[in-house]
T-cell receptor, first 110, second 113 residues
Framework: DQQVKQNSPSLSVQEGRISILNCDYT??????FLWYKKYPAEGPTFLIS?????DKNEDGRFTVFLNKSAKHLSLHIVPSQPGDSAVYFCAAKGTYKYIFGTGTRLKVLA | NAGVTQTPKFQVLKTGQSMTLQCAQD?????MSWYRQDPGMGLRLIHY???????DQGEVPNGYNVSRSTTEDFPLRLLSAAPSQTSVYFC????????????FGQGTRLTVV
């Protein structure tokens, strides 16, 4: 029973364009969501987060949007750069633990 | 500040062998956890701990054992390795406060033959 879902295993985007990564969750009790970025042979690193009291959070080129009624969040990267090529994990914070999606591999083409 | 340190980085085991994956953090985090990453499966929670002396099972605990005798250390024990435990293992830690992120180690790539 996957509580956090990333339905797109991969995404390719041209350099300079917008990348949109999507994530759905099933538990309406989740109130804090995070995005992590992972390069090969490294651990995941925190990218950006959003609390359920907000519907948008921005940090430079990265923006996360939260739609609570649809139980959906998305990560926008504008403009996309080749260094953004990585696997992106969406996560929700439950009681004491973080629940991750299956990840989306983003490839930014130069 | 080292953050979260995992050892070893790579390990090959024979079926039936046991071993311990080490994890240490120097951030005084209350919460620590172990995940495994497999292709198409994302990061799945094995065990977690909310403080010294307290551990609980995650999504895929079978075949693994943990203990938390100090705030800093959270070792993961494979009792009798099986090929299905071939994976990349990540340790993570975080503060107990609500809206905070987890910090991950660099991972241990384990192969069981």
């Amino acid at each position: 029973d996957q509580q956090v879902k990333q339905n797109s295993p991969s995404l390719s985007v041209q350099e300079g364009r917008i990348s949109i990564l999507n994530c759905d969750y099933t538990n309406s009790m989740f109130d804090y969501f995070l995005w992590y970025k992972k390069y090969p042979a490294e651990g995941p690193t925190f990218l950006i987060s959003i609390s359920s009291i907000k519907d948008k959070n921005e940090d430079g080129r990265f923006t996360v949007f939260l739609n609570k009624s649809a139980k959906h969040l998305s990560l926008h990267i504008v403009p996309s750069q080749p260094g953004d090529s990585a696997v992106y994990f969406c996560a929700a914070k439950g009681t004491y633990k973080y629940i991750f999606g299956t990840g989306t591999r983003l490839k930014v083409l130069a | 500040n080292a953050g979260v340190t995992q050892t070893p980085k790579f390990q090959v085991l024979k079926t039936g062998q046991s071993m311990t994956l080490q994890c240490a953090q120097d951030m005084n985090h209350e919460y620590m956890s172990w995940y495994r990453q497999d292709p198409g499966m994302g990061l799945r929670l094995i065990h977690y701990s909310v403080g010294a002396g307290i551990t609980d099972q995650g999504e895929v605990p079978n075949g693994y054992n943990v203990s938390r005798s100090t705030t800093e250390d959270f070792p993961l024990r494979l009792l009798s390795a099986a090929p299905s435990q071939t994976s990349v293992y990540f340790c993570a830690s975080s503060y107990r406060t609500e809206n905070t992120e987890a910090f991950f180690g660099q991972g241990t790539r384990l192969t069981v033959v």
